[in-house]
Antibody, heavy 121, light 107 residues
């Protein structure tokens, strides 16, 4: 069965850096776009970034553009999110998510359990 | 960005009730809409996509409808396990955006 397992979440000071990882299994990772979506404590869901199957295309939400970098290693079935210049407002649970592509766009059919990033001094 | 507005923000109902949650987009999204269910502290679960298509394994008491800017999620007969939080998401135009959520509570 499809599994997405995030890791790397931690308590970090403002201005710090962190790398999140997601280990995928149970499907052909190479065939799917992948995204990171976050959820601040008690808040709703916010898409952060996506990456295409061969890493050719990436996009970011304006709130993280220039600070976060998404990447993937298809040989290791892994997705990453490199986070720099972290701010208090980046505090959230970060979900690794598989995209199901349609003609118009993508929805998210499998989600990991999430990893908590806390930015605080 | 397309804004998604859900109503109500919270809803009290009883087991067996029929409930409807509404999601309105700030512009037409031609049925490019998904619904998710989330238990607090857990990952969201996909319920429907394409506004009305049931994801595999989702009970048939869940249904969706709508067109243009206005969409609904209906639960025909609430079960105890349905008292969770529901989100809509548009995938018509990037960045794909979510509604703020509707919390379904036991009356």
């Amino acid at each position: 069965q499809v599994q997405l397992v995030e890791s790397g979440g931690d308590l970090v000071k403002p201005g710090g850096s962190l790398r999140l990882s997601c280990a995928a299994s149970g499907f052909n990772f190479n065939d799917y776009y992948m995204s990171w979506i976050r959820q601040a404590p008690g808040k709703g869901l916010q898409w952060i970034s996506y990456i295409s199957t061969t890493s050719t295309y990436t996009e970011y939400a304006d709130s993280v553009k220039g600070r976060f970098t998404i990447s993937r290693d298809n040989a290791k079935n892994s997705l990453f999110l490199h986070m720099h210049s972290l701010r208090a407002e980046d505090t959230a649970v970060y979900y690794c998510v598989r995209e199901k592509s349609q003609t118009s766009g993508s929805y998210y059919d499998y989600w990991g359990r999430g990893t908590l990033v806390t930015v605080s001094s | 960005d397309i804004q998604m507005t859900q109503s109500p923000s919270s809803l009290s109902a009883s087991v067996g009730d029929r409930v409807t949650i509404t999601c309105r987009a700030s512009q037409g999204i031609t049925n490019s809409l998904a619904w998710y269910q989330q238990k607090v502290g857990k990952a969201p679960r996909l319920l429907l996509y394409g506004a009305s298509r049931l994801e595999s394994g989702v009970p048939s008491r869940f249904s969706g409808s709508g067109s243009g800017t206005d969409y609904t999620l209906t639960i025909s007969s609430l079960q105890s396990e349905d008292f969770l939080i529901y989100y809509c998401q548009q995938y018509y135009s990037a960045p794909y955006t979510f509604g703020q959520g509707t919390k379904l509570e036991i009356k």
